[in-house]
């Protein structure tokens, strides 16, 4: 492999989880998978409550539960933690704020309905803000 700009390099068409990537690890060029990279970053939350914690950061939460679910905005978590959250089930997801302050542009704090995609994020210190996909 020629040393090339990244800005030089031919750009990828398509990729389905199992072309290889260059990455630096303790100062040693190894190779993954794009399905390695990105494993872990999708959470199934398949429970009806959770309380967003600091691991949750950069995540994808896909709630798969046919009833409602409540996920909770509490303190303690960074200026810029951001979470998107994914209503694959029939149950609608709703974002509670907890002890912290949650806001949004509608004042809305639900999904609309199946397959709607939300995300918060925090701002300031234990406030966020929600946007996306939110109805009543």
């Known amino acids: 492999m ?5 800005s030089q390099l031919t750009a990828v068409t398509v990729l ?8 630096v690890q303790g100062g040693t060029t190894k190779k993954a998978t794009v399905s ?7 959470i199934t939350e398949a ?3 959770r309380t ?4 949750d950061n950069g995540k994808i939460i896909n709630c798969t539960s046919g009833s409602a679910t ?10 810029g933690f951001n979470a998107t959250i994914i209503q694959s089930g029939a149950g609608k997801v709703t974002l509670a704020a907890g002890a912290a302050t949650l806001n949004s542009y509608s004042g809305l704090f639900s999904t609309m309905g199946q397959y709607a995609v939300i995300s918060v994020i925090s701002s300031l210190a234990d406030s966020f803000i929600a946007a996306g996909n939110l109805g009543v």
Do not use: R, Y
């Open 70 to 79: 409540t996920i909770t905005c509490d303190t303690g978590l960074p200026v």
């Open 47 to 49: 429970t009806t409550s």
């Open 16 to 23: 389905d989880g199992t072309k290889p990537l260059p990455l």
């Open 36 to 42: 390695q990279v990105l494993t872990g970053q999708l």
């Open 52 to 55: 967003l914690s600091a691991t």
């Open 2 to 6: 020629s040393d090339k700009k990244i």
